[in-house]
């Protein structure tokens, strides 16, 4: 099973008086800012002078979990805490759970739900700690039942995991302690402005108080409260543009008592930098970016992706069980988020949307590509297919070879069986709208990821898959480029308009750009080229024709 953080953990606490908080040694894991609110309740407690009272906001499930604590294989212990739930609009999901020495889940016994009733109730068992763990941490989901409508309250108090009879190893089991108004995060909304993510609601904010670090020395003439989300601050009229660069900056805010400075990316990051291969660099893990982009692609689970341009480089998955609800493919989104790496597969994580720009776009055109640059062959990071990763790609004439009914993928090949690729569903769950025949060849077009040691190609419906079995190549495009393989010259007739002729090469790169045409034919001069593969791009105005060329 996945595991993994869908929001940035909240690790400071927060004021006393204040909504929003985080006790000291706990954790807010959310698809989504607002979905949980937190404080110290000094009303209903069990021990000390305070419990943890929890406020569920929306249908998501939020989850409160302790910081790792050392725990010992093979040893008796016993897990309790106290809860407080006479609310019939949500209950709480109760896990005492582990890690081993990599990292990995290592499950401990099973999960216990709150019972709505008027007093509170201890949930405990006792058992050994599982082979493998050397960590363990507790773990409160947060669901809503049927009458759940805008909030759900439910309070917990003296969680304890004690091995052997000895002392309580959970710190600050109790609730007592809870931290300072500080930051959370930040990122830019566009290169004049910025939004800063608050711990705690706040009360009020001074421009003045705030410098953005890093390439330049920034200051804003104007800082404003959000009228719904007091935990949010937005910073505008920049000294000086906020453009991006791989120079990580820093955002204080003097007269913080808790946190008060966080690192983020300048500027709106091309969606380039966070490719394991981008010539150009790349973006470090867990620091906070902001990109722009259209959705390529959504599963409507946990995935979507997103292009920022054609060619090279230029896409990329996300993760996230909420925005994939926020948007459809089409989309010009801005969002904010995180880099990172799966299992060697690059993705941002955490992510916020910012700003729907407009729907119903066409994502950029799939990129013509050879099936051996992606073939099964090709190992994690390698920079023939790692360009690709993340974006929309075309395979011509692919030949179906095998279909695995279970784990549903399918093998072809472009190249009379030289190489392989594997056809995926991490778009498509389990193939369910795509159907092809073993033996039958076809134009496939999809998204490239990385997984379990593979690249694939992961179609998103029926239409990205073209039989083109028995079908000549004339017939298959209303576009002809002539001779091929060429040496000197091209000759490029469409029964529409051309508009712009684009030549690339096979690293993806530009080496041949011809617009401002306006007929149905062209002629290009390749006598420059030096003798291999290219990918011939034409364009009619609203959209593109691929097709791969052989310089001799």
């Not at 998103?460 to 576009?479: H, K, P, Y």
Request: charged share 20%; proline share 3%; net charge negative.
């Amino acid at each position: 099973m996945r595991c993994k953080n869908l929001l940035f953990v909240l690790m400071m606490a927060f004021a006393i008086n204040a909504m929003g908080q985080v006790p000291q040694n706990w954790f807010i894991d959310t698809p989504s800012p607002d979905d949980i609110s937190l404080s110290p309740n000094t009303e209903f407690f069990t021990q000390g002078s305070t419990s943890c009272q929890l406020n569920l906001h929306t249908a998501n499930v939020p989850y409160l979990v302790s910081d790792n604590y050392d725990v010992n294989e093979g040893a008796s212990y016993t897990f309790s805490i106290d809860v407080l739930d006479n609310d019939t609009r949500g209950r709480l999901k109760i896990y005492a759970d582990f890690y081993d020495a990599d990292g990995n889940d290592v499950y401990g016994e099973a999960p216990v739900y709150s019972e709505d009733m008027a007093d509170w109730q201890t949930i405990s068992w006792t058992a050994t700690v599982p082979e493998g763990a050397v960590e363990g941490y507790v773990w409160i989901k947060f669901y809503d039942q049927d009458e759940f409508v805008d909030e759900a309250v439910a309070y917990v108090d003296n969680a304890i995991f004690v091995e052997d009879g000895g002392e309580n190893i959970v710190v600050n089991g109790g609730f007592e302690n809870w931290a300072l108004l500080g930051l959370e995060y930040a990122y830019c909304v566009s290169n004049d402005a910025v939004d800063v993510r608050y711990n705690a609601d706040v009360e009020s904010v001074t421009a003045s108080d705030f410098i953005l670090n890093g390439t330049a020395e920034i200051t804003f003439a104007n800082a404003e409260i959000d009228a719904e989300m007091r935990n949010l601050v937005h910073l505008s009229g920049a000294s000086d543009p906020v453009e991006f660069d791989l120079t990580v900056d820093h955002l204080e805010q003097a007269g913080l008592e808790g946190t008060s400075s966080v690192e983020l990316y300048g500027g709106i990051a091309p969606i380039a930098f966070t490719n394991a291969g981008n010539p150009d660099g790349v973006l470090t893990n867990g620091i906070q970016a902001t990109f722009s982009g259209i959705i390529s692609a959504n599963d409507a689970y946990n995935n979507f992706w997103v292009q920022d341009g054609a060619g090279a480089y230029n896409g990329v998955m996300g993760y996230s069980f909420s925005l994939i609800e926020q948007v459809a493919v089409g989309d010009e989104v801005v969002l904010t988020a995180t880099r990172d790496q799966y299992y060697d597969l690059n993705e941002i994580v955490d992510p916020v949307l910012i700003e729907i720009i407009s729907s119903g776009n066409e994502p950029y055109a799939p990129e013509l590509i050879a099936g051996n640059e992606i073939d099964t062959t090709r190992v994690a990071n390698d920079p023939m297919a790692e360009k690709w990763e993340g974006q929309l790609v075309r395979i011509e004439n692919a030949k179906i070879t095998q279909y695995f009914e279970d784990p549903y993928f399918y093998y072809c090949t472009d190249d009379n069986g030289e190489t392989f690729i594997k056809i995926g569903d991490n778009v498509d769950y389990q193939l369910a709208n795509i159907s092809m025949n073993v033996g039958d060849t076809y134009t496939i077009t999809g998204v490239v990821d990385y997984s379990y040691g593979v690249y694939r190609l992961n179609p998103r419906n029926a239409a990205d898959i073209v039989l083109t079995t028995g079908i000549s190549e004339n017939e298959m495009t209303a576009m002809e480029v002539y001779p091929n393989p060429a040496k000197n010259v091209i000759n490029i007739a469409r029964t529409d308009k051309i508009t712009n002729v684009r030549i690339s090469n096979i690293n993806g790169a530009v080496v041949i750009e011809n617009d401002g045409l306006n007929n149905n034919s062209a002629q290009i001069d390749i006598s420059a080229l030096n003798p291999g593969v290219y990918f011939v791009s034409v364009f009619n105005g609203s959209g593109v024709e691929t097709t791969r060329l052989m310089v001799k």
